[in-house]
């Protein structure tokens, strides 16, 4: 049934308002932007305002949108429709403006700035400069919605040059699949860039599509698909109404294609070749301000129409004169908003209690290392007495998932084969069956979406724990990791917070060759708003697990592939929670500091009782988080010992063994020395070759860190 939508006079001259503020607002952009006043990039939204006004005033203050990089036009209007009187309407355009000129008065602090703008207090769960980038962050946001059963619908705006992009495709069937409360509306504005969409008015000139419209894309996701006119408000509107009463009733996601046209060119520098200008006139003809106040003009006086917009004209002038004289952020807090911070009286806590479980679960761990033919420790549970149980790896991470789903309802697990099928090394084993398919979530084969919906819900109070089956597979997730989930809490001035897990493994150790193989955690540590962790014991395991999903930061939780059914150990059965950021001293020693994380902790407890039998005390450490990394316990060590052996299952240009020693010869001590100081001989940093890795096992052996290597390293910096 269509909607039909009665608009009185008021409500017309408010849409006239908020049209007419967008305009003015991004013409003066356009000065400010060409006259030095604003920095950085900035894209015009000059002639879509229908798109934006008419979307957005169908929309309910329960409902969220997520924007684009020409994303001016929807924030000025989210921002009306949460003013309740003129007062508040001049303070969100003052904010606006302020972000713009990158003062702390802005929504983000000027963090964030034209690219980036968010209010997520009021809806706007922000814009993102990589195109296609906020798809699956709506989804994720809408799944949320979905989740808690509130109504919300989460309106997606993105343009015609994203529905070319694999955030897209993976996101809409996603949400498909699901029947997700997300609205996707593209603006055609006919070009992405230069490139046209379909048609053209330059033949020479290529095309980004062989589908005449966006419109007829939403079929083979089997959702709906409308094309409708965006220069157009009442239309747009109307349309919207529409879509936004299907959704809610529980028809699923809806595409719609809004058709339009920006008057200005892609940024400041395009010389708009791609464009004829009869094009540029024909489609300035069709003027949504224009065709309004035609549409009014039954209904308002001319004089009650100038007025308004005058009204919005002096609001604009008004807020960049607000913004204008707005201080900047100060320097001193450059990092104050990239990591949530974690109460230093629960971390000390946190840290107690692991020194109490730790009486208790290291003389097993010792034990069962004695007992181990090999440097893994596993041995059969009945040849040693515990009061713990005996678990391997894989089972404590299973436990820690189950543990944490039944505390908390918004916990849930996602990724390729998680459910049904217990995940690729069973860590994920029987969740399916106790807590049912929604938050035991299989999905396709879609690491860029699932990525990014794991951080729209988060960012919306979910806690989502994303698993990749192989961490070399993180590559096609990067965008969404790095870009909204790691960068949207100090984007958007601390407004947001992103808790979400994502669970991977890596390691080399069963011949599969380079794409199967790899370690990521350096290009994770590079990436500011990211918790990197990498625990190699049971316990840790668990405790780390718990403890990444209960963060209020994004955490990277990697695995090796070959501890899941390799390593074994004491796990209280307690809900224990271990600190991230502290390290543990595995064993303690005098001569040599050996530190070593994941897998290779292992190679080097062995090649520390090898070391021994020379006469060679060395203390081995396990970072257990790569970041934030517990740099004063391994300088702490090596003011004792003098000499440092880094072990990193990684590459060796701009590693993680690199990186270690690099931070704790900076470490600085109370008496004014560091940790460089201390040190009696240059370190050894022990790690990968630097080639693709092997399949052939005796090269894939030649290739990785091994137990000689370790203690060929220490006896050189012993003796040294």
Not at 22 to 48: P, S
Not at 124 to 152: C, K, M, W
Request: hydrophobic residues 40%; aromatic residues 8%.
């Amino acid at each position: 049934m269509k909607t039909q939508i009665a608009l009185d006079k008021t409500s017309l001259l408010n849409d006239l308002r908020t049209m007419r503020e967008i305009r003015a607002f991004d013409e003066k952009v356009y000065e400010l932007v060409r006259g030095g006043k604003i920095k950085g990039a900035a894209h015009i939204y000059v002639g879509q305002e229908a798109v934006a006004t008419g979307a957005i005033g169908a929309l309910t203050k329960k409902d969220y949108i997520t924007s684009t990089h020409r994303g001016h036009g929807h924030c000025g209007a989210i921002g009306n429709l949460w003013s309740a009187n003129d007062e508040e309407r001049q303070e969100h355009w003052n904010r606006m403006a302020a972000e713009l000129l990158g003062r702390e008065t802005g929504y983000c602090k000027g963090r964030g700035g034209s690219m980036h703008i968010a209010d997520v207090e009021r809806g706007n769960l922000g814009a993102t400069g990589i195109v296609g980038g906020n798809i699956p962050i709506a989804v994720g946001a809408a799944l949320a919605e979905d989740f808690r059963g509130s109504g919300a619908v989460v309106l997606c705006f993105f343009g015609d040059g994203a529905v070319a992009n694999g955030a897209f495709h993976e996101s809409v069937n996603f949400a498909a699949i699901h029947r997700l409360p997300v609205l996707f509306l593209c603006e055609n504005n006919l070009y992405a860039m230069g490139l046209p969409y379909f048609d053209r008015s330059v033949p020479e000139a290529p095309i980004g599509s062989p589908v005449p419209t966006v419109a007829e894309r939403a079929a083979a996701y089997g959702i709906p698909g409308r094309r409708i006119d965006g220069m157009d408000v009442l239309a747009v509107r109307e349309a919207t109404k529409q879509a936004l009463d299907e959704i809610r009733s529980g028809s699923g996601p809806i595409l719609l294609e809004a058709l339009c046209y920006r008057y200005f060119g892609h940024s400041m520098s395009d010389q708009q070749f791609y464009r004829t200008k009869e094009e540029v006139a024909e489609w300035k003809g069709k003027d949504c301000i224009a065709r309004l106040r035609g549409a009014l003009a039954n209904t308002a006086s001319e004089e009650e129409m100038n007025s308004v917009e005058a009204q919005a004209q002096a609001a604009i002038e008004a807020a960049f004169d607000f913004a204008e004289a707005s201080p900047f952020p100060s320097v001193a807090e450059i990092e104050r908003y990239v990591y949530a911070p974690t109460p230093e009286e629960e971390q000390a806590k946190l840290i107690q209690n692991e020194a109490r479980l730790k009486a208790s679960v290291r003389p097993i761990e010792e034990a069962i290392a004695r007992l181990s033919p090999t440097p893994m420790p596993k041995i059969k549970k009945e040849q040693i007495d515990s009061p713990h149980p005996i678990k391997l790896y894989t089972e404590a991470l299973n436990e820690a998932l189950r543990e944490e789903m039944a505390r908390d309802e918004s916990v849930f697990v996602m990724g390729e084969d998680i459910g049904l099928y217990g995940g690729a090394y069973a860590a994920t084993k029987g969740l399916f069956q106790e807590f049912g398919a929604r938050r035991a979530m299989d999905t396709p084969i879609s690491e860029l979406a699932i990525a990014g919906i794991g951080a729209g819900a988060a960012m919306r109070g979910m806690r989502p724990v994303v698993e990749f089956q192989y961490v070399d597979f993180v590559t096609l997730a990067s965008d969404q990791i790095v870009h909204n989930a790691a960068y949207n809490r100090f984007m958007f001035g601390g407004k947001t917070s992103v808790p979400v897990v994502y669970r991977s493994q890596g390691g080399v150790g069963r011949c599969i060759a380079a794409h199967h193989s790899g370690t990521m955690e350096a290009w994770m540590m590079h990436i500011p708003g990211l918790y990197v962790v990498m625990p190699a014991t049971p316990f840790d395991a668990k405790g780390l697990l718990k403890a990444a999903i209960r963060s209020e930061n994004p955490v990277v939780f990697l695995e090796h592939k070959l501890l899941y059914s390799g390593a074994m150990g004491p796990v209280p059965s307690e809900d224990y929670v271990l600190p991230i950021g502290v390290a543990d001293v595995k064993r303690e020693g005098k001569d040599v500091t050996l530190v070593a994380y994941s897998r290779q902790l292992y190679f080097a407890l062995a090649a520390a009782r090898q070391l021994a039998e020379q006469g060679i005390d060395c203390e081995v450490i396990d970072p257990r988080s790569l970041k934030p990394l517990d740099a004063a316990c391994i300088a702490n060590s090596v003011r004792k010992t003098g000499r440092l052996v880094v072990v990193s299952e990684g590459f060796p240009m701009c590693g993680v063994a690199m990186e270690i020693a690099r931070q704790t010869m900076e470490h600085a001590f109370e008496n004014g020395r560091t940790g460089f100081d201390y040190l009696d001989v240059k370190p050894e940093l022990i790690t990968e070759l630097d080639t693709p890795v092997p399949m052939s096992e005796p090269l894939e052996d030649a290739f990785a860190p091994s137990v000689e290597r370790i203690v060929q390293a220490a006896l050189k910096v012993a003796r040294g």
